[in-house]
């Protein structure tokens, strides 16, 4: 099973269709790795934090 999301809630689910308002949802892709990572400062801090 694979994490969907609800185009037009924005609701997390794993099934085809949002139980919030019906619409299909679509499959969730990670975000494009890139070397020159704009948030990747801010998400490390909130990760060390978090620890």
């Known amino acids: 099973m694979k994490m969907k ?6 609701r997390y689910t794993l099934k085809d269709f949002c139980s919030e308002c019906n619409e299909k949802s679509v499959t969730v892709k990670p975000p494009r790795f890139s070397p020159v990572d704009k948030y990747g400062k ?8 978090k620890m």
């Open 42 to 49: 801010y998400r490390r801090a909130l990760k060390k934090a």
């Open 5 to 10: 999301k609800c185009p037009k809630c924005g």
